[in-house]
Nanobody
């Protein structure tokens, strides 16, 4: 499956953004999809994931602020980000996998390009 991430931008602290990850292919509904982010000088980290069966998973740092959802009819996964903080600034990437540990980047085998999210204080 091929993925394309979009929706990044510049927002003030406390603001919101919605990222989208759009997939090509007819079997998108079988895939688990995750979002990861990487800030300058830091390691890539798990943000959120949604299973093929629509179960969401979140990193503790975003729980209660971010919401992941999927629309299989549109081959899209959204990441709604609210109450953004400067520490959320990073390049966000989406990834997909049929089976694996959804919090582990190394388990994913399809990656989209990143989209930059910048949160100003």
């Amino acid at each position: 499956v091929q993925l394309q991430a979009s929706g990044g931008g510049l927002v003030q602290a406390g603001g919101s953004l919605r990222l989208s990850c759009t997939a090509s292919g007819r079997t998108f509904s079988n895939y688990n999809v995750g979002w990861f982010r990487q800030a300058p000088g830091k390691e890539r980290e798990f943000v959120a994931a949604i299973s093929w069966s629509n179960n969401p998973y979140y990193a503790d740092s975003v729980k209660g602020r971010f919401t992941i959802s999927r629309d299989n009819a549109k081959n899209t996964v959204h990441l709604q980000m609210s109450s953004l903080k400067p520490e959320d600034t990073a390049v966000y990437c989406c990834a997909a996998v049929l089976t694996g540990r959804l919090r582990e980047a190394h388990d994913y085998d399809s990656w989209g390009q990143g989209t930059q999210v910048t949160v100003s204080s």
